[in-house]
């Protein structure tokens, strides 16, 4: 097994023990990020609904302008800050999705923070 294999794998385990402690719910559902190599996604879920009500991701149309970097995730997090304003959610969870809480990941949550969401 390759080192990138085992980065991915360590990566799922702690994702595994996040998931046992944070759930979403209707009031307060989870916001999940994920990183590929080239694009950034942020979604927020109803876990009791299993539902997806807010999305966005660089690889869309209007936000492809967006970069895979610590600038251009702090404006997706806005983004997706003004998409759960427009539902009249403004508390979520935030889930890292086993990534480190620094970097691009800090980025997401600190725009989503300026923008007024509370987590």
């Known amino acids: 097994m390759d080192r990138l294999e085992q980065k991915k794998i360590r990566r799922i385990r702690r994702k595994k023990h996040i998931r046992k402690l944070v759930s979403g719910v209707g009031d307060r559902p989870r916001m999940t990020v994920f990183k590929s190599g080239r694009y950034l996604y942020v979604q927020v879920i109803d876990d009791q609904k299993e539902q997806t009500l807010v999305s966005a991701s660089n690889i869309e149309k209007e936000?492809?302008?967006?970069?895979?970097?610590?600038?251009?995730a702090e404006k997706l997090g806005q983004v997706v800050a003004g998409r759960l304003k427009e539902k009249k959610i403004d508390r979520v969870v935030f889930d890292r999705n086993g990534y480190a809480y620094h970097g691009?990941?800090?980025?997401?949550?600190?725009?989503?923070?300026?923008?007024?969401?509370?987590?």
Request: hydrophobic letters at 40%; zero cysteines.
């Open 63 to 72: 936000l492809r302008k967006l970069k895979s970097t610590i600038d251009g």
């Open 104 to 119: 691009i990941v800090r980025s997401i949550a600190e725009g989503a923070r300026k923008a007024g969401i509370q987590f």
